[in-house]
């Protein structure tokens, strides 16, 4: 793991030297992260990022009630790297390449859910039955074309994806529109607020984590940020984001039907640093695809604010 954020970082400070000067972005999240609740909307700008995710999936809930017949509890823990470059011959096209790798194990999933919110909030300790230790990655890619629409800016975008790794296999094709002003009747107010949606379909197939998958992906996500969105080259750059997932299910139940899910997310951005977090108490549930967070620093940003401070 320590291997691979060495590398990592190396690649990143050689990658944004060379690229040059971008504005501050997201980060398109780790494959599995989507089926989380994580938002999964592409990237609009070029982005060079570093980060750490996890996804943790509980077997059991606090009655002891199982959530179907995977039989284990894994917590996902990835440094992750995503890289998005417009590409030059196909005006408004994007390219995405994400990477996550690293050790499944459950401490941090116990410290988090058991140790910590579930003590605090005064629930039933969450039981372990099996868990998954072993090295796991995924790598995920998109190719997005951003339009305009009515005159819009180029917010709207459609495009297609795929995901491969050791936890399962994903191809999907994915529309909607990011960071859309809808108050423009208000100008103080538009300045500052912006709404973003997005449907995604894909076929999932199973691998080495996730044995048995659903046979079909569907899933829409919604959002409204609140941020700088008109600031100058000056500002810093500033959002607080909040969203809702509903996804037909990665996962089946002892009969083979898919499980439906629901998330809400919250994310923070201030200058390099985003930092995300979901959870499915929407559902008010609390065992198989539960919650996550990540942590991410846009490598291409530090570098031009360092560059410029020199």
């Known amino acids: 793991m320590r291997l691979f954020i060495l590398i990592s970082v190396y690649l990143a400070l050689s990658v944004a030297a060379l690229l040059g000067r971008t504005s501050s972005a997201w980060a398109e999240a780790t494959a599995q992260s989507m089926h989380w609740g994580a938002l999964a909307f592409p990237d609009h700008d070029r982005t060079l990022t570093l980060g750490f995710s996890n996804d943790s999936f509980t ?17 996902f823990n990835f440094g992750t790297l995503s890289w998005t470059e ?12 994400t990477v996550g790798a690293g050790p499944t194990q459950d401490k941090i999933r116990r410290t988090i859910q058991n140790d910590f ?33 009515l005159g819009s800016d180029d ?25 859309l002003s809808l108050l423009e009747f208000l100008p103080v107010v538009s300045d500052y607020i912006r709404f973003s949606a997005l449907a995604r379909a894909g076929r999932p197939f199973s691998g080495a984590a996730f044995h048995e ?56 951005r201030y200058s390099a640093v985003t930092v995300e977090t979901w959870n499915d108490l929407i559902n008010q549930k609390d065992y198989g695809p539960t919650f996550g967070a990540r942590v991410t620093l846009d490598v291409l940003y530090l570098y031009d604010r360092l560059v410029d401070s020199y």
């Not at 417009?86 to 390219?95: D, M, P, R, T």
């Not at 890619?141 to 629409?149: A, H, Q, S």
């Not at 917010?155 to 960071?179: D, I, K, N, T």
């Open 59 to 75: 077997e059991f809930d606090g009655t002891g009630k199982r959530y179907n017949d995977m039989r284990q509890t894994d917590s």
């Open 86 to 97: 417009h590409l030059e011959q196909f005006k408004g096209w994007n390219a995405n390449l």
């Open 117 to 149: 919110a579930h003590r605090l909030t005064g629930q039933t300790y969450v039981p372990i039955g099996a868990t998954r230790d072993a090295i796991d990655f995924m790598t995920s890619g998109t190719l997005t074309k951003w339009t305009g629409l």
């Open 155 to 179: 917010v709207f975008f459609y495009g297609v994806g795929g995901a491969a790794g050791s936890l399962y296999y994903e191809p999907y094709a994915q529309m909607g529109f990011r960071r």
């Open 213 to 268: 998958v659903a046979n079909y992906s569907y899933l829409g996500q919604a959002s409204i940020g609140i941020g700088n969105y008109r600031r100058t080259n000056c500002d810093t750059p500033w959002e607080i984001e909040v969203g809702l997932t509903a996804d037909s299910g990665l996962f089946v139940d002892h009969r083979g039907d898919s499980l439906k899910e629901r998330f809400v997310t919250a994310a923070v």
